[in-house]
Structures are given as structure tokens and as C-alpha cells.
Nanobody
Framework: QVQLVESGGGLVQAGGSLRLSCAAS????????MGWFRQAPGKEREFVVG????????GTANSVKGRFTISRDNSKNTVYLQMNDLKPEDTAVYYC????????????WGQGTQVTVSS
């Protein structure tokens, strides 16, 4: 099993920045991919960005390209989401996820962290 804990959410004005962190624990050696998803009120959860454990991008949503960047620190078993030029439509609960078997399969989920962007 893998446990994921997110941190770093909060309230920010439009145009501002936030950095989310996701610390993994447990069987971290089995992780192939980690990523971020988000769910806005009344909408389905959507993929934001992913990264393999060797640092290759596994995809980025068009809505965040050029503004959000994912990175990882394997020594800390932590993945980061740097979010710049935030917009009100980025408001959502952001979830960290991890998977064992491929770039697009996620088996473990964090509890989520709220990001609110005011206009």
C-alpha cells in the first residue's frame, strides 16, 4: 500500500501562485507514476498533470499548460505541483494520485487539498 498526503492549498488572488506538495509513504518503491487531479464543484474529477518516477511527463491538461509544472524529489518521496498565473477556474479540490503499473493507471489517492482562486 501507498499513502499520500497533500499540503499547500489555500486561497490566492487571480494571477498568483501556489505550490502543492504530495508526500508518499509505504511501498514507495512500487510507484511508477504520480500525478495531480482536480475536482471543481459540480464537475467530474479531471486529470491535471503526471510524472513517471524517472521524471518523464505522462501528460498535461491543455487548460494548465504553460502555467502548472510537476516535479518530484525521489529522495523525499515527494511530488510538487507549481501553479502560476492562477485563474478563478482553477478553483477545485486537488488530489495527488499514484500508480504502480503504467503512465495512466492510478491506484492510490490522497485526501485532497482545497485551492481557491479569487477574482
Amino acid at each position: 500500500q501507498v499513502q499520500l498526503v497533500e499540503s499547500g492549498g489555500g486561497l490566492v488572488q487571480a494571477g498568483g501562485s501556489l505550490r502543492l506538495s504530495c508526500a508518499a509513504s509505504g511501498r514507495t518503491a512500487s510507484i511508477y507514476v504520480m500525478g495531480w487531479f482536480r475536482q471543481a464543484p459540480g464537475k467530474e474529477r479531471e486529470f491535471v498533470v503526471g510524472i513517471s518516477w524517472i521524471g518523464r511527463s505522462t501528460g498535461t491538461a491543455n487548460s494548465v499548460k504553460g502555467r502548472f509544472t510537476i516535479s518530484r524529489d525521489n529522495s523525499k518521496n515527494t511530488v510538487y505541483l507549481q501553479m502560476n498565473d492562477l485563474k478563478p477556474e482553477d478553483t477545485a479540490v486537488y488530489y495527488c494520485a499514484a500508480g504502480n503499473y503504467g503512465p495512466n493507471q492510478y491506484d492510490y489517492w490522497g485526501q485532497g487539498t482545497q485551492v481557491t482562486v479569487s477574482s
